[in-house]
């Protein structure tokens, strides 16, 4: 599942010895954090490890092209303009440096793998089925149209999440994740769409509950949604502050910015 490139030995050796401090910074995060997960994981006794995916949003293309260099290759942004502006210029830069087209650079696997975990609007579907590789935010039959067409253009199918609310009252105008009641309802109408491939769960952690009790309800609609869809495996939990109640509730995907890159200036 972990689809990095980095072994803690090279992190350590950037940490100590880049000559580039911003650089030296990020590797001593992603250090940090690996490490943290790395003690969730034993404290469970969980053998496989989740992928890190690392959340860049605010932060500017030079640091994922630096992500890249330490060896990380899942990336996550929650704005359109800026995810598709970024993920542009960092596609530009690493094809410049290694002489070559960003066509080809993406084809072999060698960029990045942009993750949306932002809130979905049918009007930007287009835009990010251009630059994502999965969107972690489907949350109403709404937003089905628009992505099937996007997602026609591709050449890989567009991997979708459903985003849940495990608030345990949702807001009438919630946005920003599907009722439980209605996941699998979504999960059979994204499954039948062509150019979509149902990926799994994705879901935030509410401000008033433990985490380890809403990644507990996460965990359950997880396991009965693989009762109907065995394929939908990914469960995208955990950010810096929650990463080990997801780790021990079975997260295959977490989600980290702020303690791989630092504080963000905007509040976001
Ligand atoms: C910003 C964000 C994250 C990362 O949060 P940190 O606290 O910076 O680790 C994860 N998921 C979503 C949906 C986000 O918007």
Not at 21 to 44: F, Q
Not at 67 to 72: A, E, F, N, P
Not at 119 to 137: F, I
Request: charged share 30%; proline share 4%.
């Amino acid at each position: 599942m972990d689809t990095t490139l980095f072994d803690d030995a090279r992190l350590r050796r950037a940490r100590d010895e880049d000559a580039d401090p911003r650089t030296r910074e990020i590797a001593a995060g992603l250090l940090a954090v690996r490490e943290r997960i790395a003690a969730a994981a034993a404290a469970c006794g969980r053998i496989d490890l989740p992928a890190l995916i690392v959340v860049t949003k605010t932060f500017p293309a030079e640091d994922v092209v630096r992500l890249h260099d330490l060896g990380v290759r899942e990336v996550g942004e929650n704005k359109h303009q800026e995810a598709a502006a970024k993920a542009a210029a960092v596609e530009q830069e690493l094809a410049r440096r290694a002489g070559r087209d960003p066509q080809e650079a993406a084809a072999d696997g060698s960029s990045m793998r942009w993750h949306f975990v932002g809130q979905l609007q049918s009007n930007k579907a287009r835009s990010a089925a251009g630059y994502a590789a999965a969107v972690h935010s489907f949350d109403r039959g709404s937003l089905l149209t628009a992505l099937a067409r996007a997602a026609g253009d591709r050449r890989e199918p567009l991997d979708c999440l459903v985003q849940v609310d495990l608030r345990r009252e949702i807001p009438a105008d919630s946005r920003g994740g599907a009722a439980p009641e209605a996941v699998a309802g979504l999960a059979d109408r994204l499954a039948a769409s062509e150019g979509l491939r149902l990926g799994g769960l994705m879901a935030v952690a509410p401000l008033d509950e433990e985490p380890a009790e809403a990644f507990a309800r996460l965990a359950e609609i997880s396991r009965r949604l693989r009762e109907d869809h065995p394929e939908a495996r990914m469960v995208s939990a955990g950010m810096s502050t929650d990463l080990e109640a997801a780790v021990a509730a079975g997260a295959t995907h977490l989600r980290v910015g702020r303690d791989v890159l630092g504080k963000r200036g905007t509040g976001r």
